[in-house]
């Protein structure tokens, strides 16, 4: 390379041959989204013209920062130490775009625009000015190394003072508001985006291949999406909530009707995941979106969205993707080795994160992060949202402070136009007006396709609890006896209950099959059991594959023969499966009426004698599906508890206990009905401050914000408490548990992971050792773990140049039972 010409990778790509890529790709991003982009800029009545110019100047500055000699020499050393460049790329961007958004993106697309950004940046040395100049020239651009670096460095100091006055920033309608943000969020969207797809393809010497057939594959067009996810419907006949979904879609007349929000109300197995996607294919094709993010309560539910997206609705497994806080564990386990991929584990991670794919899914604490500086990449997750249509599901799962977190975020949502459906099962209506206006809301009918009201089941109400004196109760045994040969989900509300219950049943019922699942299951576990319970799951509907059935007899189970399921409240959400009986505890209403959705789970009438689905027919003699519920004395934990300070909660489990009592047969108007009448407290949903909780941070971060203490991975501050979290958890290591053949203590596994060289090397952990230790460690409450502390010092790993600590709990562990004390199962 001679002495004139000036790199931009340290493989030896040219400055100019790297803008140029990143331009190429900027190009074919803009034109295959041409119409979306048309479309925000009359939403959000933006000029998109003047916005693909900002790109293309942002673009085509980027990197100059890089032509400084400093940079250059370091570039070509073996282990470089490269000084930043962004910001002085904004020094040559300034000269020729008066776009203040362009400049943001150009100077921070390898930072997070924060209250400390440019505050200890040297001043640049010499640089290569000739090839600087004649580079900018012949793409008619300007540029001179006359402006005095102090000058540029106060001017954007004095910008970022003044933008972080409580008189420049305002949500909606002032210099700094949230229109200004998304603008600069997008432009920065495409800037790194094309940035660092053109590194990709630089690095990996693709260059002599059809970049543009690679991009297409990458990034395909929303008429590529829309051609994709044509048999989405598959051959399922239309239920009535799909439908009237889309009669609501089809009488919209212009980009603004079919921004509208949805509100959507139906009972579980009413499938309104398809209806959502049915939205989402339709706006589509008239090019408001070009992407789908779905947010879930939990991992759990994520994780099996995923498999849901590809089984059941045909989105190729390369256009989902996935992102919450242990995601990489996820990528890991669900990655053939023998396959090849475009984009290593990491890097899925990476674009996951910033909802690149078409069909994304999250967890909604990952979503509302993506609105402040949550995490470093959050404004390019943020510029991905914008054509988005969000789908939040689940809505009854959260507590009052999520809820009051999900309606600041469809706020913003609104105020962006930002195509987003609200479904949940259950909504109060107190709930319910905070999503009124502007909300096209459809409720289901409650009947079914002949026009018949559903009535999957019954309550039945036991006026006693399901355990007495440490064991189970007699009319508990009874009821378990009374339903030999049929399927029993047994749901509780504590991990211990869960515990005691299937350790009981082991001993009274050996020959039936038992599965307990609760949170204290190793991550490596928590798949395989979910997975031995969709197999069931689909053993009513049809035949599971050969494959699937040795998985299950793998753990001792058998899919053709009965099974009593005992769990937590995991199984309200996340498990796709149908029972003959359920057994629950008593719980608020709405955790109730979302296990119900568990027993006869898409079905009509609570009989088999007038029902023909496939489980009915499994039936000789007429079998009526029953929802029994116990008591739990005075107080109903985790809910109600003595800690209860303004009696909101108690009055809440008051209120179910005399619902159920009072309504034996359920239909999902009846369900309404009850729930209004549990759900009668105003202090429920009065507690939460929006300006403190959310607003305040909001408006901080609308540019130069505030700086997040820890990663997401690390469950830190970060900047907004999503959720109202009670306690503390920590991730131990039992200190015995399966290991390979036979079973292991926790010291030795530790050293065996660390002499691994497959994991470690001098004694310092790669990723893949860290990850195996993950596989293994449990998450449980801090008073959980002080009551069963292990090695008081944990248990020390190397990971890189700092030392950690493995937290040790004085419990063995199996994947029957979980966590349980040595020679006592508790």
């Not at 898409?602 to 003699?621: H, L, T, V």
Request: aromatic fraction near 12%; hydrophobic fraction near 35%; charge should be negative.
């Amino acid at each position: 390379m001679s002495s004139y010409e000036t790199i931009a990778k340290s493989n030896g790509t040219t400055l100019k041959k790297h803008t140029e890529d990143a331009l190429d790709i900027s190009n074919y991003l803009i034109s295959s989204n041409k119409a979306v982009l048309e479309n925000w800029g009359k939403l959000n009545e933006i000029d998109v013209s003047l916005l693909e110019e900002n790109i293309h100047s942002a673009l085509f500055f980027h990197d100059f920062g890089k032509g400084a000699i400093k940079w250059q020499e370091e570039a070509l050393k073996n282990e470089p130490h490269l000084p930043p460049h962004a910001p002085y790329s904004g020094y040559f961007l300034f000269q020729n775009e008066g776009d203040f958004c362009s400049r943001l993106a150009c100077i921070s697309h390898h930072s997070l625009l924060t209250e400390y950004s440019f505050d200890k940046v040297p001043y640049p040395g010499s640089f290569n000015e000739k090839y600087l100049m004649e580079f900018a020239t012949k793409n008619n651009y300007k540029i001179s190394l006359n402006v005095p670096w102090a000058n540029y460095f106060e001017g954007l100091k004095k910008f970022k003072i003044s933008s972080q006055s409580p008189n420049f920033r305002n949500k909606w309608n002032n210099q700094i508001d949230t229109k200004f943000k998304a603008k600069y969020c997008l432009i920065l969207s495409y800037l790194t985006t094309s940035d660092g797809i053109a590194s990709k393809i630089e690095e990996e010497n693709t260059l002599g291949l059809d970049v543009t057939n690679i991009l297409t594959k990458w990034f395909p067009s929303p008429s590529d999406i829309y051609k994709g996810i044509s048999k989405i419907k598959g051959n399922k006949k239309l239920t009535d909530i799909q439908n009237r979904v889309l009669n609501v879609m089809s009488q919209s007349s212009n980009i603004f009707d079919y921004s509208k929000p949805f509100r959507i109300e139906a009972p579980c197995g009413e499938g309104k995941t398809l209806a959502a996607l049915l939205v989402a294919k339709e706006l589509i094709n008239q090019n408001i979106i070009n992407k789908v993010i779905f947010t879930l309560p939990t991992q759990v539910t994520s994780n099996n969205m995923v498999q849901e997206f590809e089984d059941e609705y045909r989105i190729p497994r390369d256009w989902i993707g996935i992102y919450h806080s242990e995601v990489m564990s996820f990528l890991i386990e669900n990655t053939d080795e023998e396959e090849e991929s475009d984009f290593s584990i990491s890097s899925q991670k990476f674009w996951n994160l910033i909802y690149s794919k078409p069909f994304n899914i999250s967890t909604i604490d990952h979503l509302l992060l993506s609105l402040v500086n949550g995490f470093k990449y959050a404004p390019r997750a943020f510029g991905n949202i914008l054509n988005s249509l969000i789908v939040i599901d689940e809505l009854h799962y959260y507590d009052s402070h999520t809820i009051g977190m999900v309606e600041c975020l469809c706020e913003v949502l609104r105020r962006l136009k930002i195509p987003h459906i609200i479904m949940s099962a259950t909504i109060p209506s107190q709930i319910k007006h905070k999503f009124d206006d502007s909300y096209q809301k459809i409720q289901s009918s409650g009947r079914d396709n002949e026009c018949k009201e559903k009535n999957p089941f019954t309550f039945e109400y036991h006026n006693s609890e399901i355990d007495e004196d440490e064991t189970v109760s007699d009319e508990f045994i009874k009821l378990l006896m009374e339903s030999d040969g049929q399927n029993v989900g047994i749901i509780v509300n504590t991990v211990p209950k869960s515990k005691m219950i299937f350790s009981e049943l082991k001993q009274r019922f050996p020959e039936r099959q038992i599965l307990l699942y609760n949170s204290q299951f190793m991550r490596k576990d928590r798949p395989k059991k979910e997975k031995i319970l969709r197999i069931f799951g689909k053993r009513l509907f049809e035949e599971p594959g050969e494959e699937e059935i040795q998985f299950c007899k793998q753990y001792g189970f058998d899919p053709d023969l009965p099974f009593i399921f005992v769990g937590t409240q995991v199984a309200e959400i996340s498990l796709n499966i149908s029972f003959d009986v359920l057994i629950s505890e008593l719980a608020p209403l709405d955790a109730l009426i979302q296990r119900g959705g568990r027993l006869h789970r898409k079905m009509s009438f609570n009989n088999s004698e007038e029902c023909n689905c496939p489980q009915c027919k499994r039936f000789d003699n007429e079998h009526t599906y029953k929802f029994h519920i116990f008591d739990t004395g005075e107080f109903c934990y985790p809910y109600y508890t003595h800690e209860d300070k303004n009696g909101v909660m108690k009055e809440i489990i008051e209120n179910t206990r005399k619902q159920i009592f009072k309504n034996t047969l359920f239909t999902f108007k009846i369900g309404i009905k009850m729930m209004d009448n549990v759900y009668t407290n105003e202090k429920m949903f009065s507690e939460f401050n929006a300006d403190i909780s959310f607003w305040g941070a909001y408006v901080e971060d609308l540019i130069f914000g505030k700086r997040p203490n820890k990663s997401e991975e690390e469950g830190g501050q970060l900047r907004i408490q999503t959720r109202n979290i009670g306690m503390n958890t920590f991730d131990v290591l039992p200190e015995q548990f399966e290991y390979k053949d036979g079973h292991i203590q926790a010291q030795d596994f530790i050293k065996k992971i660390c002499s691994n060289p497959q994991f470690a090397k001098n004694n310092e952990l790669n990723f893949n050792g860290i990850n195996e230790i993950s596989k293994y460690l449990i998450k449980v409450s801090n008073k959980f773990y002080f009551a069963n502390e292990g090695n008081k010092n944990g248990l020390k790993i190397k990971m890189g140049k700092m030392e950690r600590y493995v937290k040790e709990i004085n419990l063995e562990y199996d994947f029957e039972k979980g966590l349980y004390a040595f020679n006592n199962f508790d």
